[in-house]
């Protein structure tokens, strides 16, 4: 029973694409859609040097790695544990990648690493873990961090009502959820500075859709934090559907 108990999510991982995400995110729009979101939202967070080393941890079909080519970073690294994720990338883009099937904990491990990373991509990766692991993979990403190095990680805001409860069972590997108050809580709690959280800005497509979307989000957004400020809550004022934290290690 305690094999079975470890090794369930590795079964889910193995055929994480056919398993439920493929039809969602497998065609060429979806990769310019996710460009113009990453642009959007990371650009400015990003090393400007094309050169500097960027690690994505969870690198899923892409599409954070068809951004960095396009913004023509040269050194990036994609780790991903399911092994159809990577088959992907590499059918799919022509231009040769470092990505590679690994455990995030093994890879993070290698003496070799420490300091070496100017940005880590941390997205949607952080509420699938334990928070043990969480405690310990964060841990591990300050380690391989160059000094003033940058952590960019995004999770499904759990102040937005939607995502609470849709969103957080959407996929059966999810394990715990985040506030922008409880993401800096563990960033902090880490020993990272400079923490940041955000709400990243979803609408990127007609522009005249999106004025009218944003509109219609703020007011959503107002009405949400009355009611949590109804029940005492007036610390939370992030209710997009995603947090990005941006969170820093310091320099040496």
């Known amino acids: 029973m305690e094999v ?12 994480y694409m056919t398993n439920g995400f493929k039809d969602a995110h497998d065609n060429k729009k979806e990769y310019l859609i996710h460009a113009r979101y990453f642009k959007k939202n990371y ?12 690690l994505e941890l969870g690198c899923g079909m892409g599409h954070f790695a068809h951004f960095c080519v396009g913004e023509g970073y040269k050194n990036y690294t994609g780790i991903d544990a399911s092994a159809e994720n990577i088959a992907h990338i590499k059918k799919t883009f022509r231009k040769k990648l470092d990505v590679r099937v690994m455990d995030i ?52 805001n759990m102040a937005n009502p939607y995502v609470s409860t849709a969103g957080r069972y959407i996929d059966i590997t999810h394990e715990v959820g985040f506030t922008e108050k409880s993401m800096s809580q563990v960033l902090r709690a880490t020993g990272y500075c400079n923490i940041k959280i955000i709400g990243t800005d979803i609408y990127i497509l007609d522009p005249l859709v999106s004025v009218l979307a944003k509109i219609v ?19 939370l004022h992030i209710f997009e559907k995603d947090i990005l934290a941006i969170a820093y290690k310091k320099e040496r």
């Open 4 to 15: 079975y108990m470890e090794n369930w999510k590795n079964r889910i991982y193995e055929s």
């Open 105 to 156: 904990m093994d890879f993070l491990g290698e003496e070799e690493r420490e300091n070496t990373y100017n940005a880590v991509i941390f997205n949607d990766v952080i509420e699938h873990l334990t928070k043990p692991e969480i405690m310990k993979v964060l841990d591990s990403i300050y380690r391989v961090l160059a000094p003033g190095g940058v952590l960019l990680a995004k999770t499904p």
């Open 43 to 54: 650009l400015k967070y990003l090393p400007v040097n094309r050169n500097a080393r960027i």
């Open 217 to 235: 989000s703020w007011i959503i957004n107002k009405i949400l934090f009355l009611f949590s400020a109804l029940y005492g809550r007036t610390s």
